[in-house]
């Protein structure tokens, strides 16, 4: 008799272990963000980048779907490619992300080494979003000196 009640405590034990385990797997899987049906769009803000220095730009991303707002989105989700820039201008990279709104992205970016500075003109930026439940990439404009 005491072989069988702690043969069921342990069988208990192992279902409660289970259940829990399966729990925590699908709050996990629910809070990550949903990427079904994704739309994003895209505007570039010159922030306090000028010609000739080298501060940050922004192009700021919203990305939703038919449900809302697509928030807690990591930045490594980001890419950006300058797909068109002024004439001899230096490269730039992405500097950071941040989201100062749900389901919006500030992308900084920044001139790429430390000697490159913005030059004048449209810089046409292709933000592309990958990660395992969705893709979506999105071309917005970025004019430095120029209003």
């Not at 005491?2 to 629910?30: D, P």
């Not at 395992?132 to 970025?142: C, I, K, M, N």
């Amino acid at each position: 008799m005491a072989r069988a009640t702690a043969a069921r405590r342990v069988l208990y034990g192992a279902a409660v272990v289970a259940l829990g385990a399966s729990a925590f797997l699908l709050v996990a899987a629910t809070s990550a963000p949903t990427t079904q049906g994704l739309i994003l769009q895209a505007v570039g803000h010159a922030g306090s980048a000028a010609v000739g220095n080298r501060n940050e730009a922004y192009v700021v991303v919203s990305a939703y779907n038919e449900a809302g707002s697509i928030r807690g989105i990591v930045g490594g989700s980001f890419s950006i490619t300058i797909v068109g820039s002024p004439s001899g201008a230096d490269p730039v990279r992405k500097a950071g992300v941040t989201e100062p709104v749900s389901g919006v992205y500030k992308i900084a970016l920044a001139p790429e080494l430390s000697q490159h500075r913005w030059s004048a003109g449209k810089y046409l930026v292709a933000v592309a979003f990958t990660s395992a439940s969705g893709s979506g990439v999105v071309v917005g404009e970025l004019l430095i000196g120029q209003q």
